[in-house]
């Protein structure tokens, strides 16, 4: 396994099989590279089939044991099975999608390996799920999510930023993973730096402080420092719960990268691009680097050199000064 110079090892990497997309969410930063989604029909720098596969038998060599298929929408790949089944057997395979496609390809997903799914679902109004993703397909998302669950992919994890246009469907949003059992909710907070929007961003902390109202169990997880809250369906709270309830509860956790040292400080994931680009961090494209022809010495130098050159954006490529405010470390300009 390889590790950066700060002991960070990495276990995970996460692969963009494509940067098109069936909607056009207004908070998408394209896996940090920018809102650059092409058109939709299938584009001659994406990888192709044998490329994914050679990455990740070279991945595999390096004890990595989770891959994560992203996009754009991953599932606009007509391949995406069989990438999944030729996937090394020995790592966790998930995928991140807006779901509508998941009817009629759940259950072959599940067939060819797939462990996980997440499934971006920003509100539960359809109208404000529309001015969100720019999509009308509200409907075919809800009928995703029943189509994942049907086919073994328990519990499905739904993904919501929370951000200007979001924030007051969280209540909603949590109820409904508590009521509806298989259900998790992952609140991804909003990244200004990658939007250029600072305007619709929301204190994260204090969705983190509503949730620790309305939890009956609060869980620390260890990875990124994390915490999970155990809400119940019937609404009782830790203040009104001498312990934790039996009746049916939902599971919320957030992911609060910004200005997050610690979050950085427990990285252990490698980003792949979908023209083949590793990428060690998601907050940079600076340190972008090709994979060649994608030979397995070429890959393997290229991983090397990546996870070596790995850093810890917040408090290391970024730190505070003598303000208390975030700036770039004279260490890496001109780098």
């Known amino acids: 396994m390889l590790a950066d110079e700060f002991g960070r090892e990495v276990t995970g990497v996460r692969i963009s099989l494509t940067d098109r997309c069936n909607f056009d969410c207004i908070y ?58 030729r996937t090394p057997g020995s790592m966790e395979v998930s ?13 072959d997903l599940v067939e060819a390996g797939l462990d996980r799914v997440n499934v971006s679902q920003d509100a539960l109004d359809p109208e404000a799920f529309a001015a969100v993703t720019k999509s009308g397909a509200y409907d075919k998302v809800i009928e995703g999510v029943e189509a994942a669950l049907a086919a073994g992919l328990d519990p499905v994890k739904l993904n919501m930023v929370v951000f200007e246009h979001t924030a007051g469907y969280v209540p909603k949003m949590v109820d409904h993973v508590a009521e509806n059992e298989g259900l998790q909710l992952q609140l991804i907070e909003y990244m200004p730096e990658l939007t ?11 969705v983190h402080d509503w949730l620790a109202e309305q939890a009956d169990e609060i869980e620390h997880r260890e990875m990124h420092d994390r915490k999970r809250y155990w809400i119940s369906a019937d609404g009782s709270s830790a203040e009104s ?6 009746e049916r509860r939902g599971m919320v956790e957030i992911v609060d990268p910004v ?17 083949g680009y590793l990428k060690g961090c998601l907050n940079r494209n600076d340190d972008l680097r090709p994979m060649g022809e994608m030979t397995k010495p070429e890959i393997r130098e290229a991983f090397r050199e990546v996870v070596a050159n790995r850093v810890p954006y917040y408090g290391e490529y970024m730190v505070r000064n003598g303000n208390g405010e975030w700036e770039l470390n004279e260490e890496y300009i001109g780098v």
């Not at 995928?95 to 259950?107: D, S, V, Y």
């Not at 250029?196 to 204090?206: F, H, L």
């Open 28 to 85: 998408c930063h394209n896996e940090g590279l920018g809102d650059t989604r092409g058109p939709m029909d299938p584009q001659d720098d994406e990888m192709e089939t044998d490329d994914v596969v050679r990455f990740l038998e070279v991945a595999e060599e390096f004890d990595i044991n989770a891959v994560k298929f992203t996009g754009g929408e991953p599932m606009l790949r007509q391949d995406l099975e069989e990438i999944i089944e």
């Open 241 to 246: 719960a001498s312990e934790p309830s039996n």
């Open 196 to 206: 250029g929007k600072p305007e619709w961003n929301v204190d994260i902390e204090r």
């Open 95 to 107: 995928l991140t999608t807006n779901g509508t496609f998941l009817p009629g390809r759940a259950e």
């Open 259 to 275: 200005e997050n040292p610690t979050f950085c400080a427990n990285c252990h994931r490698v980003r792949v691009t979908h023209q």
